[in-house]
């Protein structure tokens, strides 16, 4: 090997090591009840901020297993009720790592100075255990399922150091979903123990431990708190001088294999997020970027120098330069199908401009390269869609289908299944304008979602209630022949069958745009497609009876033709209550609720319907 081999070599391994170190660094900040009492503007602070992580402070855990925060409370007898004195608090939470932002990590903290949630913790885990039946297991359980997106719980517990219970408590966590991370400031011992006890049990449980560098741990040595491994930050005052804050964090760094620092705590607006932000990424190294937006901006000609990803919105100079985008250095750019970007060459959206669909390799010949100071991006879907309609799928020609056990549940998946005319299979588009719409599932009111506001292929598409979140919002981009991409407004790919799948019950999931057949759709006027069933019946219509009606135990088909065809049951609400194959010639209905029902027997394309009554 040359020596200029050898070199580039060399350097090429300390890029790796520096890209490596620079990736997994993060900084926080703990965040008061100020988060709530000033949300008009503290949720969009946070996510402009810099900061990776936020620790939201705080919960209280009651003797009784309540969780409380400043007197409210949060959960109760293993129920969410924090919404009828909060009702923006899940939707706030949820914000904070959705859209652009540079945050990808939620916590929430039990415990610091005068709290007695981990003495309460001790008592109940004593005398009820940590079991599915236990009031702490039911209230974390209905905080996780009602706020999926808080990560972790950040425990700051300063009065009980008791390891057995809380090594059962933060077990019971790790179940439940929660990571577990550390705030220590003194006895060493009692965290060595719960942490290598929990990882012991569930491995990478605990996987932070936030080191209180000031006040009463002001005297701590960063050197001495590496335990197990464990990705260890430090933290320091909000209004500590920032030269301290600097030397003791990059001391820790160099030192102390510190990988990340924090700060106490964002409860006012006297805080500048931004400058305390710039502080801790800067000596890790810290660049918040998102490749998977639905427009990606880049500073030189053919997409290379990566500046930014940005999502539908309005960005004016200030704005940009907050999310690394400089002035005047933009030249190339990438937009997904069915949005579109407008630049100008002057701030506050003025001067010279162009729009864009597609992607754009150099901005030379438009006579805005270099000289772009702000941007919108917006929708540009297909417009005058509104209506009630099914919605079938061109590759396998089922339809789209709330699986018909979790009708009235968030989460309740979504699938394709042959033609039943439920309202299960009906979906009601209300456009947003620009071509975007609220696609709402008739059966239960809630709204088609990606789950989690992923962006990742695979991402899951189920329903859930309407909080005017961006997964929840989809773009109509038209095809050939009358079918569509329904693209989710926050991540710029498509809706699909998994797999390509003709399967009755397969999964609908987000996935990436490469115009598959999976991931187009027709919309069928729910009107149309019902009139179309009495001209597609079953060649055994005529002579087809069932019986008995009433019915008790079992319906009996007077034909034998039906044996494999596919059977569903509605009730009067038009929600599916069975969905089965024909044995033979009888449905067992033994299950059923007394009242009257309808059945549509379909095969080979063709249907039929009855209706009977159950005892």
């Known amino acids: 090997m040359s020596t200029n081999s050898k070199i580039l070599s060399v350097l090429f391994l300390l890029i790796i ?27 969009a602070d946070l996510k402009a901020s810099g900061f990776t992580y936020v620790i939201l402070f705080n919960v209280t855990v009651e003797a009784n297993g309540d969780l409380t925060t400043d007197g409210q409370t949060i959960c109760s007898n293993g129920s969410y009720v924090f919404g009828s004195t909060n009702p923006n608090y899940i939707a706030d939470v949820t914000a904070l790592k959705t859209g652009v932002t540079s945050i990808n990590r939620v916590e929430t903290c039990i415990g610091g100075w005068g709290s007695h949630s981990y003495t309460n913790i001790r008592n109940l885990v004593n005398s009820q255990g940590t079991g599915t039946s236990g009031i702490l297991y039911r209230n974390f359980k209905a905080l996780k399922t009602a706020i999926p997106s808080i990560d972790a719980i950040n425990n ?14 933060h077990i019971m966590l790790a179940d439940i979903g ?42 701590n040595n960063p050197c001495d708190w590496n335990i197990n491994n464990i990705e260890l930050h430090t933290g320091d005052l909000n209004y500590e001088n920032g030269n301290t804050v600097t030397d003791k964090m990059t001391r820790a760094k160099n030192n102390c294999n ?89 701030a506050n959206f003025s001067g010279n401009s162009k729009t864009y669909s597609g992607n754009v390799s150099c901005l030379v010949a438009d006579g805005l390269n270099d000289k772009v ?52 299979q009906q979906f009601q588009l209300t456009h947003l304008g620009d071509g975007t719409y609220r696609i709402n599932v008739v059966a239960s009111g ?74 187009q759709w027709k919309l069928v006027p729910t009107a149309a497609r019902m009139a179309s069933v009495e001209k597609k019946m079953l060649s055994t219509k005529n002579e087809l009876t069932i019986y008995p009606s009433p019915v008790t135990q079992a319906i009996f088909f ?30 067992d209905v033994s299950t059923l609720k007394p009242g009257l029902y309808t059945i549509v027997i379909s095969r080979d394309h063709k249907t039929i319907v009855k209706k009977f009554i159950k005892n």
């Open 373 to 424: 100071s702000s941007l919108r991006i917006r929708t540009a879907g297909v417009t005058g869609l509104a209506g009630t309609y099914f919605i079938q799928n061109r590759n396998s020609g089922k339809y789209m289908d709330l699986a018909a056990e979790h009708i009235q549940e968030n989460g309740g998946n979504i699938q394709q299944w042959e033609y039943a005319g439920g309202n299960n």
């Open 156 to 169: 700051d517990d300063e009065e009980a150091y008791d390891v057995n219970s809380a090594t059962a408590f």
């Open 178 to 219: 929660y990571k577990t991370t550390l705030a220590p400031y003194m006895n060493k011992p009692y965290w060595q123990s719960l942490a290598t006890n929990v990882n012991n049990q569930r491995s990478g449980a605990v996987d932070k431990i936030y080191l209180q560098w000031y006040e009463g741990g002001a005297g």
């Open 558 to 587: 007077s034909s034998g033709e039906l044996s494999g065809a596919k059977a569903a049951i509605f009730n009067v609400l038009g929600q599916p209550v069975i969905n089965t194959v024909v044995s033979g010639n009888s449905i």
């Open 446 to 519: 809630k709204s088609v979602d990606v789950d989690g506001v992923s962006k990742d292929e695979g991402a899951n598409v189920h329903q859930w209630d309407y909080v005017s979140g961006f997964n929840q919002q989809f773009v109509l981009v038209g095809t050939t022949d009358g079918h569509y991409k329904i693209i989710p407004k926050h991540s710029g790919k498509v809706v699909e069958v998994a797999d390509a799948s003709s399967s009755n019950g397969a999964n609908v999931r987000q996935w990436g745009n490469n115009s598959q057949l999976c991931g």
């Open 17 to 43: 090591v520096l890209v490596s170190e620079s990736a997994f660094a993060q900084s926080g900040i703990y965040v008061g009840g100020h988060f709530r009492r000033e949300r008009t503007h503290t949720v």
């Open 258 to 346: 510190s990988k990340g620092g924090f700060y106490w705590v964002y409860n006012d607006n006297n805080i500048n997020l931004q400058e305390l932000a710039n502080r801790v990424n800067t000596i890790f190294g810290i660049r918040t970027k998102n490749l998977k937006e639905v427009a990606n901006f880049y500073n030189d000609c053919d997409f290379k120098g990566f500046a930014n990803g940005l999502e539908v919105g309005d960005y004016d100079l200030n704005r940009l330069q907050s999310l690394g985008i400089q002035n005047d250095l933009l030249s190339s750019l990438t937009v997904a199908e069915g949005f579109q970007v407008t630049l100008y060459d002057d």
